[in-house]
C-alpha cells in the first residue's frame, strides 16, 4: 500500500454531481470516485473524505459498480493488518479524458443548463405540459443550487 496525500474534503462542489448535467459517467457518484482515484490508489476511508455527502452503503454500491464496468480494481492486503484499497485500472483511466472534456463542456454550457431547468421546472410547477407556454414566472432553479455557481468540474485542484 502506496501512502498519499489526504484527499481534501471540499474537493467537490456543494452541487457535485449537478442534476443540470445531462449525462453520466457510471451512476450518480461513479464521476467522482474515478476522480478521487486518479492520482492513485484510496482506501474506503479516504474515499470518504469528500464524498461525505454519500452514505457508506451507497458508496459501496458505486465502488461495485465501477469494478464490475471493469473502470476500478480492489486489492485485498492481509498484513500487516487487513486493509483494501480501490485503483483505477486503465480503462478508467481512459475515462478520465471523456469526464474532462463533459465538464468542460458543461461549464461552457452552465448557464443555458441553469435557464433550461429553471423553465422546465416552472412550466411542471404550473401544471400540464399544455399549458407550458401560458407562464413565464418561475422559481429560481439556482437557488436551490447555490445560485448561478459553476456547480460541474473534476474537483478542485490544490
Do not use: N
Amino acid at each position: 500500500m502506496t501512502r498519499r496525500e489526504p484527499l481534501p474534503a471540499d474537493l467537490f462542489d456543494e452541487v457535485c454531481p449537478s442534476p443540470l448535467l445531462p449525462f453520466r459517467f457510471g451512476d450518480k457518484w461513479g464521476a467522482l470516485v474515478l476522480r478521487c482515484l486518479e492520482d492513485g490508489p484510496r482506501r474506503f476511508s479516504e474515499l470518504r473524505v469528500p464524498l461525505h455527502r454519500v452514505t457508506p452503503k451507497v458508496l459501496t454500491q458505486s465502488l461495485r459498480g465501477l469494478e464490475r464496468g471493469g473502470l476500478i480494481v480492489r486489492t485485498e492486503y492481509e498484513a500487516p493488518r487487513r486493509a483494501v484499497e480501490y485503483a483505477l485500472t486503465p480503462l478508467g483511466r481512459s475515462m478520465l479524458g471523456p469526464m474532462r472534456a463533459a465538464c468542460a463542456w458543461a461549464a461552457d454550457h452552465w448557464d443555458e443548463l441553469l435557464d433550461a431547468h429553471e423553465s422546465y421546472e416552472s412550466r411542471e410547477s404550473h401544471g400540464s405540459h399544455e399549458s407550458r407556454e401560458s407562464h413565464g414566472s418561475h422559481e429560481p432553479y439556482g437557488e436551490a443550487v447555490g445560485g448561478r455557481r459553476r456547480g460541474v468540474g473534476m474537483g478542485r485542484r490544490g
